[in-house]
């Protein structure tokens, strides 16, 4: 059976078992460069392992495709403590691939000592526009496509190998050995996977696990994405999901409560009063299907943002809620320059809750922005998040500073 024979029952045979699939929203054109939906990465069934297998040994070591993959080349630390590697694929339209066609890429992963993991994620080319008189979009025949992907390991040395194939047996492959574990963060911090372990890059999850003596903890989540985008990307669903996860598996904690809500269209999203495991995987769907395009009118009205972050945060804060701490987590920008106006802070009740704001930093920011304004009023702790190592002393300041009661 040739490699298309072998794609086409590869690709039956996994058609119902891809699970849900994470969609990446905003397929866009920048220039002559779209970028490409791709479903969930995850490991390749059990029972599909051998079609998989046949796949890699059929694909020829010469590229059909007209696509160049590599690596970046710098593993580190995620929010989950895990090193991850990231790959890039970058694959021109023409003759060979048409627009609305399926790729397949197959990670095959093998530790030094041990056997190998295979991962499998598909990519969806979108429709492609055509040239118009204003020169925003190129030629068809000079459009491209990329899509990215990634994978977490242990510390340890690997061989990684690709292979991309479309519906019509075309292919291409690129292998690397990689050695992992030897940056400084991955040596400062304890890492989460064993020495030769592999696993998706997406992993982020919580057992619900809680401490008799631990925390009453609030968790206000402002799901809150890049400026323009209609949906939160992959990027901003990882770090508010990795971030989350590991904060609620660091923190000893007797009950959680969490809020999630958009400041800028003054909404919650989601709430569960006694947060569970269950409820981690619903937030992880509420965050990939909000809609963040639509703003209610009422959002526009100056200075009513301040009035729900301030009235959201009072209500969880009060008498009869008795949380611990509450911690904003989120990405900075909301409401930046914005400040909450004084007569609102001084008419604030005061509650005996600490106050922490796990504020994330994907760049260098600008100025405070509302929520860490709110914080500091209330006489709070901000921590600017930008790597693994400071979401890990964030949690090791938060720790010192909200113990839990003594009884």
Not at 205 to 228: D, F, K, P, V
Not at 268 to 294: C, P, T, Y
Request: with cysteine; charged share 20%; glycine share 8%.
């Amino acid at each position: 059976m040739g490699i298309r024979g072998v794609w086409f029952e590869f690709q039956e045979q996994i058609g119902s078992n891809m699970g849900p699939l994470l969609r990446i929203p905003g397929v866009f054109l920048v220039g002559g460069c779209l970028a490409c939906g791709a479903s969930a990465q995850e490991l390749v069934p059990v029972k599909d392992l051998a079609a998989a297998v046949r796949v890699f040994d059929q694909a020829p070591a010469s590229n059909s495709l007209p696509c160049d993959i590599w690596f970046r080349g710098h593993p580190g630390l995620d929010f989950l403590f895990r090193i991850t590697e990231g790959f890039e694929i970058n694959c021109r339209v023409g003759s060979v691939i048409l627009p609305r066609a399926r790729l397949l890429a197959l990670i095959k992963i093998t530790p030094e000592s041990g056997e190998p993991v295979m991962m499998m994620e598909r990519f969806d080319i979108p429709q492609t526009h055509p040239q118009d008189r204003t020169g925003l979009y190129a030629p068809a025949s000079e459009q491209s496509f990329w899509m990215s992907g990634g994978f977490a390991l242990g510390p340890g040395r690997y061989a990684i190998e690709i292979v991309l194939a479309d519906e019509h047996g075309h292919t291409a492959r690129i292998k690397k050995k990689l050695t992992s574990g030897e940056n400084r963060g991955a040596k400062e911090l304890p890492v989460a996977l064993n020495r030769g372990s592999v696993a998706p890059l997406m992993d982020a999850s919580w057992n619900g696990a809680l401490a008799t003596e631990g925390l009453r903890l609030t968790i206000l989540l402002n799901a809150y994405g890049q400026a323009g985008k209609s949906r939160l990307d992959a990027w901003d669903r990882t770090y508010l999901l990795q971030s989350l996860a590991t904060l609620l598996n660091k923190l000893p904690c007797r009950s959680v409560k969490l809020i999630a809500f958009n400041l800028d269209q003054q909404e919650e999203v989601f709430s569960q009063e006694i947060f569970n495991a269950d409820g981690f995987e619903k937030l992880g769907k509420v965050l990939e299907q909000r809609d963040l395009a639509s703003v209610p009118y009422q959002a526009l009205v100056r200075g009513s943002w301040a009035k729900f972050l301030v009235e959201m945060e009072q209500r969880e804060a009060g008498p009869e809620k008795s949380p611990d701490t509450i911690i904003f987590l989120g990405p900075w920008g909301s409401h930046e320059w914005d400040k909450v106006p004084k007569d609102m802070v001084r008419t604030m009740e005061r509650s005996q809750a600490r106050i922490f704001y796990f504020e994330y930093f994907p760049a260098v920011g600008g100025a405070p922005d509302g929520m860490e304004r709110l914080t500091k009023d209330l006489h709070g702790a901000v921590f600017t998040i930008w790597s693994p190592e400071t979401l890990a002393q964030a949690i090791k300041e938060t720790l010192s500073r909200a113990s839990p009661p003594s009884h």
